[in-house]
């Protein structure tokens, strides 16, 4: 899923310094499961940013709602008529950002936050914490590597092994996260596949990724 | 001979290769450039030219690799893959080949979190196997790795690093098979503070048939102090000075503690000349160049001086 954090209240406040009608916005999407932008955030953040511009002499009027998911324009449109009968000024979106722009290209006459900063897409590794596991370079190669993906999970996406910065299992960039390259030789010699590791790896192909241009994925199938 | 190199030439000759390092500062002062260089000249068979080391900004390696050139001194040119993609490496590895640069070192590079611009974004198009790989080929048939050609570049002799203190040890046996797989000529270590894991390692990469194809040269760093050595152990991931090192420097009074650095650098380098598959020393100084003239004096090596002008670097 995608992981996502909730900014500082403080740039969030900054962000809304010119606005006292708010339509705070969440999803029950990703960023519900991550604790980022459900209903119950949403209801805490309204709370907390009431409260401050009360306390700095400037009250705020914020309403609260909670889409299915931000990023369906289908449910995009469930907020045009509290836009039109309500007198928002801004929208503050705890989606990720795939909800704010799609608010933004639906409104012209209101002004759209991003209430989240949106990390990665990851999983859960415990209770509140998660772990960047796919940077969706859109060529899966996960199987030459024991089902473990160097390119997200090595800090410098090698594809021949370990740099000098692995020590005691773990990465010098991020010394809470194990190197990738240990898991993966552990696997791999688990699996009887050392030679497979062996072998030299092209230069990957990175069209798919973000430097072919902007994605978009088409199903002819599905489509109408 | 294929790249017709100095450093090529020592090595296929099976005389003990002497190489240092050399980090550019961030200079547009070919005057400074030239006095640093002057502690190599005549000690080194060639001299790495970093290439942002440490991912901090530095003079171009390929600039200051032709100030090297300029001086009668053979320069290795060092390629990172951190901050530039396929097309700008093999532009650089053109450009230096119409400059005359003859050797090229391939790694990865430090992350930039290290360096002086932590907040900026990095490349690794390529890893540094695979840019090993990319010279191979641009040298020996022309080929850039896209579709095109192209004509009378190099040849290169190309080196890559290892970390023989990495663990397991056979994932860096492995790592380094695949270097040499990819076209590598010599290898470089990192620091070698441990002369009996270091010689493990050799071993091990003879019995794997990797020393006959590529030569090794072990990495010595003369250490200044125990302050430093104990710094290096803290900063420094993959490089541990031995705790029996830190206590014969701290056995000495502080002032006297950069001679015993370089002594015992010395008896490393004597000890490492002795042992089988080690085919050269790289000098890593870390900015401390002005003590190489004295290092290669005490460990009994042959200096580069002009009457031989083949080994002059």
Not at chain 1, 72 to 97: Q, V
Not at chain 2, 248 to 267: S, W, Y
């Amino acid at each position: 899923m995608i992981i996502a954090e909730r900014k500082p209240i403080k740039e969030l406040l900054n962000m809304l310094s010119g606005h006292d009608r708010v339509l705070l916005v969440g999803c029950k999407g990703c960023v519900t499961v991550c604790n980022a932008g459900g209903a119950k955030e949403v209801a805490v953040l309204a709370a907390a940013l009431r409260i401050t511009r009360r306390r700095e002499g400037r009250p705020i009027g914020i309403d609260e709602m909670t889409l299915d998911r931000q990023c369906e324009p289908e449910f995009i449109s469930w907020l045009e008529e509290p836009l039109r009968e309500k007198g928002y000024t801004a929208i503050l979106s705890a989606a990720c950002s795939v909800g704010p722009q799609y608010i933004a290209e639906r409104f012209d006459n209101v002004s759209v936050m991003p209430a989240l900063n949106t990390t990665f897409i990851g999983g859960t590794l415990e209770h509140g914490v998660w772990a960047e596991f796919c940077r969706a370079c859109g060529n899966c190669g996960i199987h030459n590597f024991g089902g473990l993906c160097p390119i997200t999970r090595c800090s410098k996406g090698l594809l021949h092994g370990p740099c000098a910065g692995s020590s005691g299992g773990k990465c010098e960039v991020r010394p809470e996260a194990d190197c990738i390259w240990h898991l993966i030789y552990k696997r791999m010699k688990n699996l009887g596949q050392i030679e497979k590791l062996k072998e030299l790896k092209p230069a990957k192909n990175w069209s798919s990724y973000w430097s072919g241009g902007v994605r978009r994925v088409v199903r002819e199938d599905l489509t109408l | 001979m294929k790249a017709g190199s100095n450093l090529e030439r020592i090595l296929r000759s099976g005389e003990f290769a002497v190489t240092a390092e050399f980090i550019p500062p961030a200079t547009g002062d070919r005057g400074l450039i030239e006095r640093q260089a002057r502690y190599f000249k005549g000690y080194v068979d060639a001299v790495n030219v970093a290439d942002n080391m440490g991912a901090m900004v530095g003079t171009a390696s390929w600039a200051v690799s032709k100030v090297l050139l300029d001086l009668g001194m053979e320069p290795i040119m060092s390629l990172v893959t951190r901050d530039r993609n396929r097309i700008a490496l093999q532009s650089d590895l053109l450009g230096a080949s119409l400059l005359g640069i003859r050797n090229v070192f391939c790694t990865t590079g430090d992350h930039q979190k290290f360096g002086d611009h932590p907040e900026a974004l990095n490349v690794y198009d390529i890893d540094s196997v695979q840019l090993v790989n990319a010279v191979r080929g641009l040298s020996d048939s022309g080929r850039l790795l896209g579709e095109a050609g192209c004509d009378n570049i190099g040849p290169f002799f190309v080196g890559a690093a290892a970390d023989p203190f990495g663990d397991p040890v056979d994932l860096m046996i492995l790592r380094l098979g695949q270097k040499v797989r990819a076209g590598a000529d010599f290898i470089q270590s990192q620091p070698v503070f441990d002369l009996e894991k270091f010689g493990h390692w050799v071993r091990l990469a003879r019995e794997e048939g990797l020393i006959e194809k590529c030569s090794i040269l072990a990495t010595v760093l003369p250490l200044r102090s125990a302050r430093e050595a104990r710094a290096i152990n803290e900063r420094r991931r993959g490089v541990e000075v031995s705790k029996e090192i830190i206590a014969r420097l701290e056995g000495v009074p502080e002032p006297e503690q950069a001679q015993e650095g370089i002594k015992i650098c010395a008896e490393q380098i004597q000890a490492l000349k002795d042992m089988e598959g080690v085919r050269g020393i790289h000098l890593m100084t870390q900015g401390w160049e002005e003590v190489i003239p004295e290092i290669i004096r005490e460990a009994g090596l042959k200096t580069r001086h002009k009457k031989d002008k083949t080994r002059s670097a």
